[in-house]
């Protein structure tokens, strides 16, 4: 049997969770200060989920004061100006540089360790994690230097982001493991699958009490 090649790095891309500033696409129906507390929500799930796998260096590419968010042991990268596709590409390059790694973003907090480590460096060159709405939750590289050259010119945010970069990583001649298909949150009624999908934790939390306070605003409804 084939021993197992340990994660040099997990990385977890993430945008400090501030109203008017995170999941602006989930108002309407939430106004910013809900938005935001779901996507901090989120973000405390995503690195509960990063810190069950083992790894060398958990790393966070944050954008925003990491000063909240920077859980004990983990090293902090800042974002650089540009495209998701630039931000994430550098960091790779914050990765260690010798060993495998993968990155998650804060839009699936069901994500768990699990889907992470489903990763086989030893077997695959790349993986990616396809998600429902046609982009990817999570991509990792056996070399963290093939970053640059197969995600940098990837079009992101679109139906076709997650088709896309599967292409071009094996346009470069990677052997790809696709991950499970996960749904993100870009919108509330993705939000509320979610919550069906995963009920604990803090974006559950989050979720319920955002609910309980659009109830009353809701067409029928009553005090």
């Known amino acids: 049997?084939?021993?197992?090649?340990?994660?040099?790095?997990?990385?977890?891309?993430?945008?400090?969770?501030?109203?008017?500033?995170?999941?602006?696409?989930?108002t309407p129906p939430l106004r910013p200060d809900q938005a935001a507390r779901v996507a901090a929500g989120a973000l405390t799930d995503t690195l509960a989920a990063a810190a069950g796998v083992a790894?060398?260096?958990h790393l966070l590419a944050f954008e925003g004061d990491p000063a909240e968010w920077l859980p004990a042991g983990w090293r902090y990268t800042g974002q650089p100006d540009g495209a998701l596709d630039v931000r994430l590409v550098a960091a790779f390059a914050a990765a260690?540089?010798?060993?495998?790694?993968?990155?998650?973003?804060?839009?699936t907090p069901q994500c768990r360790p699990e889907h992470l480590t489903a990763f086989n460096p030893v077997r695959y060159d790349?993986?990616?994690g396809p998600a429902v709405d046609g982009g990817y939750w999570a991509i990792g590289f056996r070399d963290p230097a093939a970053a640059a050259s197969t995600i940098r010119g990837v079009?992101?945010?679109?139906?076709?982001?997650?088709?896309?970069?599967?292409?071009?990583l094996r346009e470069a001649g990677l052997r790809v493991q696709l991950l499970d298909v996960l749904s993100d949150f870009d919108t509330f009624d993705a939000?509320?699958?979610?919550?069906?999908?995963?009920?604990?934790?803090a974006f559950a939390r989050a979720m319920r009490d955002v609910r309980v306070e659009l109830a009353p605003a809701r067409p029928g409804s009553r005090p």
């Open 155 to 168: 079009p992101m945010s679109t139906g076709e982001t997650g088709s896309v970069q599967l292409a071009r």
């Open 55 to 57: 790894a060398g260096r």
């Open 96 to 107: 260690d540089p010798r060993r495998p790694a993968v990155l998650v973003g804060m839009d």
């Open 1 to 26: 049997m084939t021993a197992a090649m340990p994660l040099g790095t997990v990385i977890v891309l993430a945008k400090q969770p501030l109203p008017g500033r995170a999941k602006t696409r989930l």
């Open 191 to 201: 939000a509320c699958e979610i919550l069906d999908q995963a009920p604990d934790g």
């Open 126 to 128: 790349a993986c990616l």
